[in-house]
């Protein structure tokens, strides 16, 4: 079982509405699950996430269930439903918690965020104590800026002499959600950029048909 020089265990978790879930997903989870030698890697679909409140997004079942078609020929993924199975609004911080309480206390979790949000990470319900509960594993994108980690030191700085923030060079991924959205409403293929169980399965059930750039969001 895979484990840090400490011999504790790590647990990835890779959190977003995956609204589709595609294969840059999977790369940037598999990055992050080599480079920082992860136990597993636990995909967190999103429930009711507060910072897209009032934007439209796909009935989290559908997402659900896209996840666990996209994640089941790996053994080093997992899905978990605590975000969508909770009430109201969902935060990283209250996920956290819960995930924690999963595992021993010993464990490590590392929180799989792309750099660019990280200009909004003061923003955050309880930020302290995201930074005490795991640490952010910061997706760097090739060729992009690498001043996130530098916007996060202007407000949290002890925790990041701490280590409470790692850095790992992300894949490159010229496609996001958003764009997927709008080539499944045109009707036109994504094979090679959406895992093919999900493609069937928005087939199957005529998800997307409707969407529109100014209508969802996603990772």
């Given at each position: 079982?895979?484990?840090?020089?400490?011999?504790?265990?790590?647990?990835?978790?890779l959190g977003g509405t995956f609204d589709p879930p595609h294969l840059g997903h999977l790369l940037i989870a598999e990055t992050a699950r080599?480079?920082?030698?992860?136990?597993?890697?636990?995909?967190?679909?999103?429930?009711?996430?507060?910072?897209?409140?009032?934007?439209?997004?796909?009935?989290?079942?559908?997402?659900?269930?896209?996840?666990?078609?996209?994640?089941?020929?790996?053994?080093?993924?997992?899905?978990?439903?605590?975000?969508?199975?909770?009430?109201?609004?969902?935060?990283?911080?209250?996920?956290?918690?819960?995930?924690?309480?999963?595992?021993?206390?010993?464990?490590?979790?590392?929180?799989?965020?792309?750099?660019?949000?990280?200009?909004?990470?003061?923003?955050?319900?309880?930020?302290?104590?995201?930074?005490?509960?795991?640490?952010?594993?910061?997706?760097?994108?090739?060729?992009?800026?690498?001043?996130?980690?530098?916007?996060?030191?202007?407000?949290?700085?002890?925790?990041?002499?701490?280590?409470?923030?790692?850095?790992?060079?992300?894949p490159r991924v010229d496609f996001s959600a958003s764009e997927l959205r709008r080539v499944l409403a045109a009707g036109q293929s994504t094979?090679?950029?959406?895992?093919?169980?999900?493609?069937?399965?928005?087939?199957?059930?005529?998800?997307?048909?409707?969407?529109?750039?100014?209508?969802?969001?996603?990772?």
């Amino acid at each position: 079982m895979p484990a840090g020089e400490s011999g504790r265990r790590r647990i990835g978790i890779l959190g977003g509405t995956f609204d589709p879930p595609h294969l840059g997903h999977l790369l940037i989870a598999e990055t992050a699950r080599v480079a920082l030698d992860l136990e597993t890697v636990m995909f967190l679909p999103a429930g009711e996430p507060w910072l897209k409140s009032g934007q439209r997004i796909t009935p989290a079942h559908h997402r659900l269930k896209m996840v666990q078609l996209a994640v089941a020929d790996n053994p080093d993924f997992c899905v978990s439903d605590c975000e969508i199975r909770r009430t109201g609004a969902t935060y990283t911080v209250d996920t956290l918690r819960q995930v924690r309480r999963e595992f021993p206390p010993d464990a490590e979790l590392y929180f799989i965020v792309g750099s660019d949000v990280l200009d909004q990470f003061h923003r955050w319900k309880e930020p302290e104590a995201i930074l005490a509960l795991c640490r952010l594993a910061v997706i760097e994108r090739p060729g992009g800026p690498r001043e996130g980690i530098a916007v996060l030191r202007e407000g949290f700085a002890d925790a990041l002499d701490a280590g409470a923030v790692v850095s790992v060079a992300g894949p490159r991924v010229d496609f996001s959600a958003s764009e997927l959205r709008r080539v499944l409403a045109a009707g036109q293929s994504t094979r090679y950029r959406i895992p093919d169980a999900v493609a069937q399965y928005i087939a199957e059930h005529g998800l997307y048909r409707e969407s529109s750039e100014a209508g969802f969001t996603g990772f």
